[in-house]
């Protein structure tokens, strides 16, 4: 049953476009005890289905920007490639730390994003 929430919160989470891998891994790898890298992997096999689902979505209702997207697309897949061959390399609790700290500057640019767009707000009122 964890499972199919576990799915359902992180699916709702990605669709809306705010990382849902992130909730996905956190439960992973907290409330059903798989290794950080396994977490991980499993995530990436999680956003191929859910991306391609938002790709068709926003193909249809016009709101990529393929300018920007073709580029950001080809790093990416650079980057996740780097990622992937770095994070083998590592062991699980440096993994883990270093995914702690993302999280924790996520968190951090999140907070200060929400308190600048209150203060606009306010200000605008």
């Known amino acids: 049953m964890i499972e ?4 359902v919160i992180s699916g709702v989470i ?3 476009g705010m990382g849902g891998g ?9 409330f059903l005890g798989l290794d950080q ?8 096999v999680f956003f191929i289905p859910t991306s391609i689902t938002s ?6 209702n016009k709101t990529i920007n393929w300018k920007i997207a073709i580029p950001v ?13 770095v994070s083998i390399n590592l062991d699980v609790k440096t993994l883990k730390k270093y995914f702690g700290i993302f999280l924790l500057l996520i968190a951090i640019y999140q907070t200060y994003s929400l ?6 707000e306010k200000k605008s009122k």
Not at 4 to 7: D, E, Q
Not at 22 to 30: E, Y
Not at 73 to 85: H, L, M, N, Q, S
Request: glycine fraction near 10%.
């Open 4 to 7: 199919v929430l576990t799915g």
């Open 14 to 16: 990605s669709g809306m």
């Open 22 to 30: 992130t909730i996905l891994i956190l439960i992973l790898s907290l």
């Open 37 to 44: 890298h396994v977490a991980q992997a499993t995530n990436l």
């Open 55 to 60: 790709i068709i979505i926003n193909i249809k």
């Open 73 to 85: 697309t080809i790093f990416g897949v650079i980057g996740a490639i780097i990622g992937a061959k």
């Open 115 to 120: 308190i600048k767009q209150y203060k606009c």
